[in-house]
């Protein structure tokens, strides 16, 4: 009896601490699973503008025509003759390529997904150091949630009925996916 | 003898204690380490000298093998996933592409134009008929990284998409260690 007080008391505890944490990588989960279909890192946002012929140039020079002209008033970072016909300058999360001596340009933008490039860069672990403990920390606190989980209950719902059968179809997922696509 | 409020009440006061003493440990732990302006990726630079990548492009088959450190504008960035960038040299806009693990090295698209240092083993990918074709086709739909990773981020092509450098029907990239990016 003393034992089951214990991993529901373990189980309650360490679903309480790692709930926030669970809700934020399920969208992560959900919002990188689909990433052939959108970016969810960047909203990256494409326009065409024509500047008009451009002189000839060194590219800090056409550059600085290209931004005067566009009204842009802002330092490149750099500016990149890509080839003779390719001009590239960078500015703070936006690019915009040049085609010359046409002055075609592309303005791209881009800017950090709203909340998604958040969870996504904690859930893929991008800032590695601290966070790849705690995220250790989190994976050993899953499985101790599982375990504990499937204890909690006794009875016909618990493994003596219902709660083995659905433990044996989750894991039978996983393997007969693996043995039809992968084995 | 206690009444069971104030037990309660002294209880919520140790969970803030708790609560406070943890975000002070995380603050500490998770603190970026200040490296000036510039961030390291991987296992950052080891090389003292860097290889022009002019040099590098006219003489591919005195590197193909080796480890080289190569210094340039980032003048592309895989969008979604972060998995490569181009180095650009800033005077002939030769570039090279860097490519990494997915997930173990993630490049932020928002550093296109800052200058970059980056070291790996120097390959060269020869490319299929198929592959020209793609890149042909790409090259009028402007389709950047069209058919990045097109056989697996782990084939021997991975990171040849279509708008990589390519010369005399290879492309030559850099299977990137580490890279610093300047601020």
Request: hydrophobic residues 45%; proline residues 4%; neutral net charge.
């Amino acid at each position: 009896m003393k034992f089951r007080r214990l991993i529901i008391a373990t189980h309650r505890d360490i679903g309480y601490f790692f709930a926030g944490l669970t809700v934020l990588y399920a969208i992560s989960g959900v919002a990188v699973n689909h990433i052939d279909d959108w970016n969810p890192n960047y909203v990256i946002r494409r326009e065409v503008v024509e500047v008009g012929v451009l002189p000839f140039g060194e590219p800090a020079e056409l550059g600085a025509e290209v931004l005067s002209r566009m009204g842009i008033n802002e330092n490149p970072r750099s500016v990149v003759r890509m080839h003779r016909e390719e001009l590239k300058v960078f500015l703070d999360q936006r690019t915009l390529t040049v085609t010359l001596p046409g002055g075609h340009v592309v303005d791209e933008h881009a800017r950090r997904r709203f909340a998604f490039f958040e969870v996504n860069y904690l859930h893929l672990n991008h800032g590695k150091g601290f966070w790849t403990w705690f995220a250790d920390a989190y994976a050993v606190g899953l499985l101790i949630l599982a375990c504990t989980g499937i204890f909690i209950i006794t009875g016909k719902k618990g493994m003596g009925g219902r709660g083995r059968w659905l433990l044996i179809a989750g894991l039978a997922i996983p393997f007969v996916y693996l043995a039809l696509v992968v084995w | 003898m206690r009444a069971p409020n104030e037990a309660k009440f002294r209880g919520g006061n140790d969970m803030k204690r708790f609560l406070i003493l943890s975000f002070a440990v995380i603050a500490t732990m998770a603190a970026p380490v200040n490296a000036g302006d510039s961030e390291s990726y991987g296992d950052g630079v080891t090389l003292d000298e860097a290889v022009a990548i002019d040099v590098l492009l006219e003489n591919p088959n005195d590197y193909v093998g080796r480890k080289v450190r190569v210094d340039g504008v980032i003048t592309a960035v895989c969008k979604k996933r972060g998995c490569w960038m181009q180095v650009t040299d800033q005077e002939s806009g030769n570039g090279v592409r860097i490519k990494v693990e997915d997930g173990v090295i993630v490049f932020p698209y928002t550093s296109m134009g800052r200058e970059a240092q980056a070291e790996g083993i120097f390959e060269a990918i020869k490319l299929t008929p198929e592959q020209i074709e793609a890149r042909t086709a790409a090259a009028h739909s402007h389709e950047e990284g069209a058919t990045c990773d097109k056989d697996g981020p782990k084939s021997s092509s991975a990171g040849a998409g279509c708008d990589a450098p390519a010369v005399n029907e290879y492309v030559y990239m850099i299977r990137g260690t580490g890279a610093v990016i300047k601020g």
